[in-house]
Each structure stands twice: as structure tokens, then as C-alpha cells.
């Protein structure tokens, strides 16, 4: 694992050597989980940010390192049964399981692009790895209008229960966009992610799955 992050970074520095652009993109992330234990999953809201270093080989190609914070997760609704203390009564309601992960991500995609208009249309594709740094699991019970509500990170021992992580901190995948950039740099981008590693750490099958709308800039080249 250490090994690619440094190997991901070194490339992704590499680039400086060489004529390229800068920039910066920043999105929203439909997040959810997908395997076996991510099929009652839902989508949440999640967000990404960060910066970009394109570096061309043609006016058609170019290949692009990013490196930017990713929130992921999804929700799931279980239905429990709760038993009141003498026994005779049962109330069933909802547990709610939300998880907001966030991840440093750090892809490198090719771009091949296609001038149309006044602008260009891209088509990406590219690998992903991740490392995750933070993040909440809450876990909600709602009885006669009163919400108890209890959290968990999601990267460490959960408080006082002895058990892993809820998470592995390290993820991997693939990639995929398509968007329009603007000869001013301006570009619109939709695009989806697909894990390949399991992040699950309790002998599951769990994986990240994100569609991704993402607005980003780059900067003049001199």
C-alpha cells in the first residue's frame, strides 16, 4: 500500500519537469456501496475538492494526476424490534445506518479530447487509489418522535466494544468521465467511480461506487 501512494505521488510530481496546466475541480459525489453487503445500500450526498496537473503528449491526449479529498458512503434502513422491559409489549420502528468516509484521492486518468465548438469535448478513464482519514458512522433509532443517536469512526475501534475497524483505510478502483472545457479553461464533467478492493473489515463483500458531477478550472499555461 505504502508503496503505491508513493508511486501515485512521484508521478504525480514527475509532471512539474515537463510543460503543463494547473488547476482545480471541485464536485458533489452521489456515494454509495455496492457487493454483497452493499445491495440495501442508498445514496448520500458526499463532495470532492481538490487540485489537477495535466500534462499533454498530443492535442488530442493528455494524461492527468488529481489529488483531492472525497467524501463516499451510503445509508441503510433495518427494521428492529424493541421490547419493552416487562415483556409484554413489542414496538417495531427503523434503525438508520449512515456512513460518511472521507478519503485522500488521488486518480490518474488519460484524457483524450475532441475540439467542438468553442471548446473541447473529454472522454477519461483512468485508475484510482485512496486512503481513508476520517469519517462518522451514526446509527439512528426514532420511538415516539425521539431520536437517539449514537456515532462510531469509521477508521478506528469503535468505542469500548473491542471490535476492527469498520472500514479499511486503504481503497482502489477505476475511473470514467465525460465533460466539455472551454477554451478559458472552464470545463463541466459527469463521471463515475467503481472500487475494486473490499473495504470492509468484517469478512464482507463492501465496495465504493460513486456518479460524480464535478466543475473545474485550469489555469493559462505560460
Do not use: H
Not at 36 to 63: C, H, M, R, T, W
Not at 109 to 136: C, D, E, Q, R, W
Amino acid at each position: 500500500m505504502k508503496k503505491a501512494v508513493v508511486l501515485i505521488v512521484i508521478l504525480f510530481t514527475s509532471t512539474l519537469l515537463y510543460p503543463q496546466r494547473f488547476g482545480v475541480k471541485a464536485g458533489f459525489n452521489m456515494a454509495s456501496y455496492i457487493g454483497n453487503d452493499g445491495k440495501d445500500a442508498k445514496s448520500i450526498l458526499g463532495f470532492q475538492i481538490g487540485g489537477i496537473v495535466e500534462f499533454p503528449i498530443s492535442d488530442l491526449f493528455s494524461i492527468q494526476p488529481e489529488i483531492f479529498l472525497s467524501q463516499k458512503g451510503a445509508k441503510f434502513t433495518e427494521p428492529i424490534t424493541i421490547s419493552e422491559v416487562s415483556g409484554i409489549a413489542t414496538t417495531t420502528t427503523t434503525l438508520d445506518i449512515i456512513d460518511k468516509p472521507i478519503y485522500l484521492e488521488m486518480p490518474i486518468n488519460m484524457l483524450f479530447k475532441v475540439n467542438v465548438g468553442s471548446g473541447k469535448v473529454i472522454v477519461a478513464t483512468g485508475p484510482y487509489i485512496a486512503y481513508g482519514i476520517s469519517g462518522k458512522e451514526t446509527r439512528k433509532v426514532t420511538l415516539e418522535n425521539i431520536t437517539t443517536s449514537n456515532e462510531y469512526n469509521l477508521f478506528s475501534k469503535m468505542d469500548g466494544e473491542g471490535v476492527k475497524d469498520l472500514l479499511k483505510r486503504f481503497d482502489a478502483g477505476i475511473g470514467v468521465y465525460t465533460g466539455y472545457e472551454l477554451n478559458n479553461g472552464v470545463s463541466l464533467n459527469l463521471g463515475t467511480s467503481l472500487g475494486l478492493i473490499d473495504i470492509s473489515n468484517n469478512s464482507g463483500d463492501l465496495k465504493n461506487s460513486s456518479l460524480i458531477l464535478s466543475a473545474g478550472y485550469k489555469f493559462r499555461s505560460k
